[in-house]
Antibody, heavy 122, light 107 residues
Framework: EVQLVESGGGLVQPGGSLRLSCAASGFIFSSFAMSWVRQAPGKGLEWVSGLSGSGGSTYYADSVKGRFTISRDNSKNTLYLQMNSLRAEDTALYYC???????????????WGQGTLVTVSS | DIQMTQSPSSLSASVGDRVTITCRASQTISSSLNWYQHKPGKAPNLLIYAASSLQSGVPSRFSGSGSGADFTLTISSLQPEDFATYYCQQSYNIPYTFGQGTKLEIK
């Protein structure tokens, strides 16, 4: 059974940093691209960042480029999101999501975690 | 970036109704369009991928159509468990943008 479990969220002051983790199980983690998707309170879904199965290719939304870094440790079956220079508008529930296909996210995200809440406030 | 626009933003319907949600992309995206159902406190659930392919385990009352820039999600006969928010998402170009969502409520 595929499972994705996020952790690392919490309350942080503006300008601060946080690292999110997503522990994966039930599939060959290194074969699949992964993404982070967030939902701000009362808002819709926003794709934040993604990376290839090897971790060699990374992608970011303009809203987080230069502040967030996505990475993965395939030996630990874990996805990460390092978030620096956090802003109030980064407050959201952060989900990790697995691409349905090996090597491509074209056919959508077939498994999602339950999310971890990040609150940026003084 | 590709902008995705859903309509309507909200919709009231009754159990048994046929419901259609539309999604328009700001440029052609071929068939790289996915639909998700999202309920409060739950993870989003992939319903339709590649515009018209039903995800495994999803009831057949859900269907998708369209290509190019215009797409639809249809629920043929609403069930109580279908009341949720629905999102389209393009996977043609990065960033993988979502529509703003359509909240489906009980009439």
């Amino acid at each position: 059974e595929v499972q994705l479990v996020e952790s690392g969220g919490g309350l942080v002051q503006p300008g601060g940093s946080l690292r999110l983790s997503c522990a994966a199980s039930g599939f060959i983690f290194s074969s699949f691209a992964m993404s982070w998707v967030r939902q701000a309170p009362g808002k819709g879904l926003e794709w934040v960042s993604g990376l290839s199965g090897s971790g060699g290719s990374t992608y970011y939304a303009d809203s987080v480029k230069g502040r967030f870094t996505i990475s993965r440790d395939n030996s630990k079956n874990t996805l990460y999101l390092q978030m620096n220079s956090l802003r109030a508008e980064d407050t959201a529930l952060y989900y990790c999501a697995k691409a349905q296909d090996i090597g491509s996210s074209r056919r959508g995200f077939d498994y999602w975690g339950q999310g971890t809440l990040v609150t940026v406030s003084s | 970036d590709i902008q995705m626009t859903q309509s309507p933003s909200s919709l009231s319907a009754s159990v048994g109704d046929r419901v259609t949600i539309t999604c328009r992309a700001s440029q052609t995206i071929s068939s790289s369009l996915n639909w998700y159902q999202h309920k409060p406190g739950k993870a989003p659930n992939l319903l339709i991928y590649a515009a018209s392919s039903l995800q495994s385990g999803v009831p057949s009352r859900f269907s998708g159509s369209g290509s190019g820039a215009d797409f639809t999600l249809t629920i043929s006969s609403l069930q109580p468990e279908d009341f949720a928010t629905y999102y389209c998402q393009q996977s043609y170009n990065i960033p993988y943008t979502f529509g703003q969502g359509t909240k489906l409520e009980i009439k």
